[in-house]
């Protein structure tokens, strides 16, 4: 791991917060890395307000999109709410389909097969609303660059409102509204909305237009929270707002699907973690394994012993989900070794029978051993298709884009991206990513980067750090958790390993005539032996809470010692 310290801002802007809102300097410094630099500031970062949500009308087309709607609606059109089988889409489709039933019934849900049909719009779906009588499709989490779809659709006079938060190709699908805050010629004021997020928008939208307030729609925030921490998009501005409100929702009164997959965690008060781990990949699985349909019903359902029913089912589906990507990262970890490419800048990895609902998991973890952009293929079809990820700072939606004429469709993000390809262009493109990749990668980037907010002593560790920092919360991209360094530490004889083969420890530790404090250092089992025997050593980690028995007591997360 490579310990970055973060740069740190002007003492001028340090001196002013910390003096202005009575905190220490290094708590102003955490806060001034954050954007957070006046009054005001702290203020909407300490004080999250509904109040701060933007209009949504200042989306380019939303004026377009709620005509259509309410056109459709007073001449009772059939509307079909379409989306895709991730936790984005799945939520997004909730959440708008049960906001327009909660006024008008013929409204119909469809999430594309991921096996049969792929990502985003399909030709199936498309026929699926003409066969239906349907007149008008919402496309949520997708849709942006479906313009043959779209067209495909015109000519059977059906309507699209495409809501999607992916970039932009060069033109947009005619469709009646194109809701996206990443168009260039959308000056919405925040653009890292999710999908979710940007139906939240429409429905907002709507609900001005018939004399609902903000607080008419906090019902639908736990929907929204969930979309934000599974999709990884940054905690900042409106995100971090819905979510902070979003979480509120789930720990005190949550949708009965929700509270179906939660109601037997002993834990007291969810965080954004929780939803990270917990609530998001259960709700993905159903979609990896089954089918996305499974999740809509889950989050749709209001009877309690119902979604009670299908939380089962979808628990049995994480669990199938689980067997797999361990599985298939054993054989592609196999791959990698036999066919000696330990050395390559990429992971490029293809097994025909691989289960296409678990690629994406299974790129993750092979950054876990191999440390760059990494592509896991899979047969779909007569094609092959293949989840992307990335290594922090590499752009592989970039990437990508260079390659793109041995791609039959790619979409995506920075670090999350989708493909299919020919089976005859497999060869030629993966020394096409693997050359893309070696000229533009910067080094640094090939080694796993731990950023350190600010060295501190345990001395500075006290109750009320902890109670500032928990005001931070919910955590995420672009407001991470804090991360502190602190030297010329010492474990006071209590350290052992932990685990079934020893992988983790748990210290306790001092540094000089500090008091102890407990500490847990989750696969750093390797590096017990820098702890032993009074040895001093210095250590990154973040301040976290241990909840036990109802009981809540303060540790020390490590992230790295040395």
Not at 250 to 271: F, S, V, Y
Not at 468 to 491: C, R, V
Request: charged share 25%.
């Amino acid at each position: 791991m490579r310990w970055t310290i973060k740069q740190k801002p002007t003492e001028d802007k340090i001196r002013h917060l910390a003096t202005t809102l009575g905190v220490e300097d290094f708590v102003a410094t955490l806060l001034v890395q954050r954007g957070i630099e006046t009054f005001e500031d702290a203020k909407a970062f300490f004080r999250p307000s509904l109040d701060h949500l933007h209009d949504p009308f200042l989306m380019k087309d939303m004026d377009k999109a709620v005509e259509r709607i309410e056109r459709a609606i007073a001449n009772q059109e059939n509307i079909l709410v379409f989306g895709d089988y991730d936790v984005d889409g799945t939520t997004a489709v909730s959440l708008v389909s049960s906001y327009l039933k909660s006024y008008y019934p013929n409204i119909a849900t469809y999430i594309p097969d991921r096996y049969l049909e792929g990502y985003g719009v399909s030709f199936k779906g498309i026929d699926y609303a003409d066969d239906n009588g349907i007149s008008l499709i919402i496309a949520l989490d997708c849709g942006i660059k479906s313009i043959d779809h779209v067209a495909y659709a015109k000519e059977r006079n059906i309507d699209f409102i495409i809501c999607d938060h992916h970039r932009p190709g060069d033109s947009l699908p005619e469709a009646v509204a194109v809701l996206d805050p990443k168009r260039s010629d959308c000056s919405y004021p925040y653009d890292e909305l999710c999908g979710c997020g940007v139906g939240f928008k429409l429905i907002q939208a709507l609900g001005s237009n018939r004399g609902q307030t903000i607080d008419d729609f906090i019902p639908y925030l736990d929907l929204v929270a969930t979309a934000i921490a599974a999709d990884i998009v940054p905690m900042t501005g409106e995100n971090r707002v819905l979510a902070y409100f979003g979480l509120q929702v789930i720990n005190e009164n949550p949708r009965p699907g929700i509270k179906a997959l939660i109601h037997q965690i002993k834990k007291q008060t969810l965080d954004i973690t929780d939803v990270v781990f917990i609530i998001a990949p259960r709700i993905n699985a159903a979609g990896r394994i089954k089918h996305g349909n499974h999740a809509v019903e889950l989050l749709t359902e209001f009877n309690f012993e119902q979604a009670q029913q299908f939380a089962s089912e979808i628990e049995q589906y994480n669990s199938d989900r689980k067997d797999l990507d361990k599985q298939i990262t054993k054989e592609a970890l196999s791959q990698i070794e036999e066919n000696q490419e330990k050395e390559r800048f990429t992971s490029v990895v293809f097994q025909e029978d691989w289960h296409k609902g678990v690629i994406g998991i299974v790129a993750s973890r092979l950054i876990e051993t191999y440390y760059r952009p990494t592509l896991v293929f899979t047969k779909s079809g007569d094609k092959y298709a293949a989840s992307a990820r990335s290594v922090k700072g590499f752009d592989v939606y970039n990437a990508l884009e260079a390659c793109s004429e041995h791609l039959e469709q790619f979409g995506g993000h920075m670090y999350a991206a989708g493909m299919t390809l020919a089976a005859e262009n497999y060869a030629v493109f993966k020394q096409a990513f693997e050359q893309q990749v070696q000229e533009t990668i910067h080094p640094d980037m090939r080694t796993p980067e731990i950023e350190i907010d600010a060295e501190i002593n345990f001395t500075d560790i006290s109750p009320k750090l902890t109670r500032i920092l928990k005001q931070f919360e919910p955590f995420g991209p672009q407001n991470m958790t804090p991360i502190f360094l602190t030297k010329n530490i010492k474990d006071t004889g209590y350290g052992k390993p932990m685990g079934q083969e020893d992988e983790h420890i748990k210290l306790f530790i001092k540094q000089n005539n500090s008091e102890g404090i407990p500490a847990i250092g989750f696969g750093l089992g390797n590096k017990m032996d820098l702890t032993t025997h009074q040895k001093p050593f210095q250590a990154v980690y973040c301040i976290d809470e241990n909840e036990w028995n109802g009981k809540v007591s303060l540790q020390l997360r490590l992230r790295d010692i040395k």
